[in-house]
């Protein structure tokens, strides 16, 4: 069973910057890899970013590139997501998930874990 909490969501204007965290439970944190999905009101759960257990290799979705970054700290259990140039339509509850690498990713139905959620906000 593995754990996962969020933190860091809240209010931000368009343009600014968050840094959402994802703190895990259990050993074999470093195992396995990690993710963020984000669901918006009336629409359903969607990938943003996926990191490998090392952290060696990241795959982002295309609303994604360019504007945010995810890393791991394996030594500290936790999964960032640093979010820069953000914009309205990024306005969603951001969930923490865990589950297998396949094929360049962290697919939906891959996931193993899922987090409660932050929600982030971004007015114009």
């Known amino acids: 069973q593995v754990h996962l909490v969020e933190s860091g969501g809240g209010l931000m204007q368009a343009g600014g910057s968050l840094r959402l965290s994802c703190a895990a439970s259990g050993s074999t944190f470093s195992s396995y890899a990690m993710g963020w999905f984000r669901q918006a009101p009336g629409k359903e759960r969607e990938f943003v970013a996926a990191?490998?257990?090392?952290?060696?290799?990241?795959n982002y979705a295309d609303s994604a590139k360019g504007r945010f970054t995810i890393s791991r700290d394996n030594a500290k259990n936790t999964v960032y997501l640093q979010m820069n140039s953000l914009r309205p339509d990024d306005t969603a509850v951001y969930y923490c998930a865990t589950g297998r690498w396949r094929a360049g990713t962290l697919a939906r139905y891959n996931v193993d874990y899922w987090g409660q959620g932050t929600q982030v906000t971004v007015s114009s």
């Open positions: 990191i490998t257990s090392s952290g060696g290799s990241t």
